[in-house]
């Protein structure tokens, strides 16, 4: 497993972007897919974008398609989700999530998370 911590979270107005980071631990990192979800206060957990090993191979949620990107620096053991043109209801905890070998979007099939990083969008 591989250790994930998240930052960049903060509060923003609608219309604006964050971009959050997840670093991980471990030599390992280059040969996980992975992944962003979120949860929302009262909401299951959600998925958002993942990201194969080789950052070849990108997937979204519907809901951010076109607003967000998924991408990672496999050097620096490091994957980023861009958000851009923020909305209220992006408002939720953000997650990173590690998986070995194949992409996934569901949360069951991600063993490693991070603790999370806040995201709030004001109206």
């Known amino acids: 497993q591989v250790q994930l911590v998240e930052s960049g979270g903060g509060l923003v107005q609608a219309g604006g972007s964050l971009r959050l980071s997840c670093a991980a631990s471990g030599r390992t990192f280059s040969s996980y897919a992975m992944g962003w979800f979120r949860q929302a206060p009262g909401k299951e957990r959600e998925f958002v974008a993942a990201i194969s090993w080789s950052g070849n191979t990108t997937v979204y949620a519907d809901s951010v398609k076109g607003r967000f990107t998924i991408s990672r620096d496999n050097a620096q053991n490091t994957v980023y989700l861009q958000m851009n043109t923020l909305r209220p209801e992006d408002t939720a905890v953000y997650y990173c999530?590690?998986?070995?070998?194949?992409?996934?979007?569901?949360?069951?099939?991600?063993?490693?998370w991070g603790q999370g990083t806040q995201v709030t969008v004001s109206s």
């Open positions: 999530a590690a998986r070995p070998r194949a992409i996934a979007t569901i949360s069951a099939a991600f063993g490693s």
